[in-house]
């Protein structure tokens, strides 16, 4: 080749190198305000034949969760969350508890999972408008609305012959959350969260009235975020 080419060549390599550099800089530097996370973690549930709750005697099943965050300011975002909770009664109620059941037509137990999809706007203690200049640690928090899906099998007695009953509820909830984050690196944390789904119904376990709440689910969990672009800028 002669040697005009190969300048021009290498001049022409030299632009294109350096204008995607640039490219790549500039991609670098647009906020990622899009979050997505997984949790996993220990739960119970609040219900009527659910235990004795004072003396901790009570069943702790696994919950799972997948949420997807956009943040709209740099203390606000929106948050849409789903997720599967096990649920089981437990305990060990007095004879006298149990003739009352009885004479109610109430259910000794209950074991299945519930099904719940909410949307929730949340708020972070220490503001940050761009990805790169969160702190090493956050807290955040907020409650929303959520329906959920519950199908448990019930019986009436604690006797081995009896064959349970499905039975399927469905019924709204308001979601309560809050968690602390911690940095794991440029686009990732992790983060503890606490959740109470405050149900608006006492029929869940199929055993109404004997508490004094409804039937309410709580969780705690390890949460995996990680942190992606909404879109990509020219």
Do not use: C
Request: glycine share 10%.
């Amino acid at each position: 080749m002669s040697k005009p080419f190969n300048f021009f060549l290498g001049v022409f390599l030299l632009f294109a190198s350096t204008d995607m550099f640039a490219q790549s800089f500039y991609k670098d530097r647009q906020s990622r305000d899009i979050i997505l996370s997984v949790g996993v973690g220990p739960s119970f549930s609040y219900l009527d034949n659910g235990g004795q709750y004072r003396s901790l005697n009570f069943e702790i099943k696994p919950s799972v969760s997948v949420a997807l965050n956009k943040k709209l300011t740099d203390m606000f975002e929106i948050r849409a969350t789903g997720g599967v909770q096990w649920i089981s009664s437990g305990g060990n109620p007095s004879n006298d508890v149990m003739d009352f059941w009885t004479a109610n037509n109430s259910s000794f137990t209950a074991v299945g999972s519930i099904y719940y999809f909410d949307i929730m706007p949340s708020i972070y203690i220490i503001p940050f408008g761009h990805h790169m200049n969160r702190s090493m640690f956050n807290f955040y928090g907020g409650l929303g609305l959520g329906v959920m899906h519950a199908s448990t099998d019930q019986t009436k007695s604690y006797s081995i012959d009896e064959v349970p009953q499905r039975v399927k509820r469905t019924t709204g909830y308001i979601p309560v959350r809050g968690g602390v984050t911690y940095t794991l690196g440029a686009n990732s944390d992790i983060a503890l969260e606490g959740t109470l789904l405050a149900t608006f119904t006492d029929t869940i376990d199929g055993n109404a009235g004997f508490n004094k709440f409804g039937d309410h689910f709580i969780q705690g969990q390890v949460v995996y975020r990680r942190y992606f672009f909404s879109k990509y800028k020219d």
